[in-house]
């Protein structure tokens, strides 16, 4: 039997966007203005940040920037992730369709305790007004 060498593993590829909000939130967290400036600037996917949480985390890193006098290009943030937005409408509308069909759970029975009232009192003053004759 001979020796097998250990082959390197395959590169991974990392997302550029992914790395400069990373290293954007490092300088950040340390104070460096002007690296978070820079690392800021070579976000180019924001898609790969769809989540809530990063993107209110890059618009706090982004404000900070802009606050101590550096300039941050714009961003395309109609270019989220059209997949996640619809799973979030999907979540509200799944959330208010439950709603609706608990609240008409709970008048379906008052709107026929309403009409049966309604029948009773009809009848009463049916009954009421052939004695008065």
């Not at 961003?75 to 619809?86: G, H, I, K, R, T």
């Not at 509308?93 to 008048?107: N, Y």
Request: charged content about 20%; proline content about 5%.
């Amino acid at each position: 039997m001979g020796k097998t060498s250990a082959s390197a593993p395959p590169p991974m590829e990392i997302d550029p966007s992914l790395a400069a909000y990373t290293l954007a939130q490092i300088a950040y967290l340390e104070g460096n203005v002007v690296d978070a400036s820079t690392f800021l600037n070579q976000i180019r996917e924001v898609k790969v940040l769809y989540a809530d949480v990063h993107c209110e985390r890059l618009a706090l890193m982004r404000d900070w920037v802009s606050a101590n006098g550096y300039t941050v290009n714009a961003m395309d943030w109609l270019n989220v992730d059209f997949p996640s937005l619809v799973r979030r409408l999907g979540r509200w509308l799944l959330m208010l369709s439950i709603g609706s069909l608990g609240l008409a759970a709970l008048v379906t029975p008052l709107v026929a305790i309403a009409l049966a009232r309604r029948r009773r009192i009809e009848a009463l003053l049916e009954e009421r007004g052939r004695y008065q004759l």
